[in-house]
């Protein structure tokens, strides 16, 4: 049994790596066994408020070809959530290739294209399901953590989900993070 198991896992592994995404460039510039500082520049995202869980959704159809050109984009990670004016925001990046004069138009009023300021953001990763439970506890962690090395936090906390809700929870990357004052 265990052998089958193991050999699953392995295949789910290697299926989860040749569909990889492009991801946000960054720099890691500081790194302890609990969290890492990152050195972001700017990036190009589309936004939406994700009211109601329709958040995903929309930003989906916008890379599918609901924007003005009806042009397909590719997914890239992570899909990040944070919390902007009291709303529930969800953000997916643009890949490398567009920028502010390149991107298509959204079609969905809703969904805007934006550039994310560049700077330093802490992250703690962690595996499993990205339930609220799991991100509030790393959350905790990672403020904490933070706290004692007298970094100053600059922004609310910000959910980064990187895998399809398919992979095996064991299997996923999430991460919490914090833009920080270095």
Not at 50 to 72: A, P, T, V
Not at 97 to 106: Q, T, V
Not at 116 to 142: H, P, T, V
């Amino acid at each position: 049994m265990k052998k089958i198991l193991l050999i699953l896992v392995s295949i789910l592994a290697l299926n989860s790596q040749t569909m990889a995404y492009e991801e946000a460039d960054y720099e890691v510039v500081k790194e302890n066994q609990k969290y890492e500082i990152r050195k972001y520049s700017d990036r190009l995202v589309i936004e939406t408020n994700s009211i109601k869980g329709n958040g995903f959704r929309k930003l989906f159809n916008y890379i599918s070809g609901n924007n003005e050109k009806n042009q397909e984009i590719k997914m890239t990670v992570p899909v990040t959530q944070e919390i902007k004016n009291g709303n529930m925001t969800m953000q997916f990046y643009l890949p490398s290739k567009f920028n502010k004069d390149n991107a298509p138009k959204p079609s969905n009023s809703e969904i805007k294209v934006l550039t994310i300021e560049g700077g330093y953001y802490a992250a703690i990763k962690y595996s499993g399901r990205s339930s609220d439970k799991n991100f509030l506890k790393n959350k905790d962690i990672l403020e904490k953590e933070l706290k004692q090395d007298n970094i100053i936090i600059l922004s609310p906390p910000i959910r980064a989900s990187y895998n399809s809700p398919f992979t095996l929870p064991i299997l996923k990357r999430n991460e919490v993070m914090y833009k920080v004052n270095l």
